[in-house]
């Protein structure tokens, strides 16, 4: 099976900076989009950012501006470098891929995976 690989949370101050990334591994054809989102106490999942294996890329709203996230298609790897962090962004990040699997699987189209998540907690 396919699984992600999410490296790069923990503790900084407001203000400050984290990166994180999320590698792809198993048996897969190609990953056609990769993105981050994440859950607060006492929220809903949301999206933070996605990227295509084209470049196209999505951002919330609220990260816009600080947020930046880039992929290497050849190590199936994303990153999200996040900047200027808040303490609302205090959340479990979570990297999500859709891929192609192989053709021996008999899938038609694509699916998708997600990452254990990793802790981010940004201090006052």
């Known amino acids: 099976q396919v699984q992600l690989v999410e490296s790069g949370g923990g503790l900084v101050q407001s203000g400050g900076s984290l990166g994180l990334s999320c590698a792809a591994s198993g048996s897969f054809r190609s990953v056609i989009i990769m993105g981050w989102y994440r859950r607060a106490p006492g929220k809903q999942r949301e999206m933070v950012a996605t990227?295509?294996?084209?470049?196209?890329?999505n951002y919330a709203d609220s990260v816009k501006g600080r947020f930046t996230i880039s992929r290497d298609n050849a190590k199936n790897t994303v990153y999200l470098q996040m900047n200027t962090l808040k303490p609302e962004d205090t959340a479990v990040y979570y990297c999500?891929?859709?891929?192609?699997?192989?053709?021996?699987?008999?899938?038609?189209?694509?699916?998708?995976?997600w990452g254990q998540g990793t802790l981010v907690t940004v201090s006052s």
């Open positions: 999500n891929v859709g891929y192609i699997p192989k053709a021996e699987t008999g899938i038609v189209g694509y699916l998708e995976v």
């Open positions: 990227i295509t294996s084209g470049g196209n890329t």
